[in-house]
Nanobody
Framework: QIQLVESGGGLVQPGGSLGLSCTASRSIFDTYTMGWYRQAPGKQRKLVAFITSSTTTYYVESVKGRFTISRDNAKNTVYLQMNSLKPEDTAVYYC?????????WGQGTQVTVSS
């Protein structure tokens, strides 16, 4: 069983930045594409970005130019740097493989963008 633990969320003002981390209990990053997802209140969980094992990246349109996904396979960690945050970025953020595996979902980390 692999556990994914997200961290780094918090409360930030519009225009601010946050950096999220996701660490796996054992190495799954070497060959897996890893993704960040988010679930806003009352909405379905959706993909935000993913990064392949060869570090090719993909972003949904709403975060392009503001968010950066990266990975460190030696640390079993994937990161999401979020800049120029907007209130609509408020959500619980999760990491998982892409496509996601149901038994890998963690607790997520709350990101709240508000003045």
């Amino acid at each position: 069983q692999i556990q994914l633990v997200e961290s780094g969320g918090g409360l930030v003002q519009p225009g601010g930045s946050l950096g999220l981390s996701c660490t796996a209990s054992r190495s799954i990053f070497d060959t897996y594409t890893m993704g960040w997802y988010r679930q806003a209140p009352g909405k379905q969980r959706k993909l935000v970005a993913f990064i392949t094992s060869s570090t090719t990246t993909y972003y949904v349109e709403s975060v392009k130019g503001r968010f950066t996904i990266s990975r460190d396979n030696a640390k079993n960690t994937v990161y999401l740097q979020m800049n120029s945050l907007k209130p609509e970025d408020t959500a619980v953020y999760y990491c998982n493989t892409f496509p996601p595996q149901q038994n890998y979902w963690g607790q997520g980390t709350q990101v709240t963008v508000s003045s």
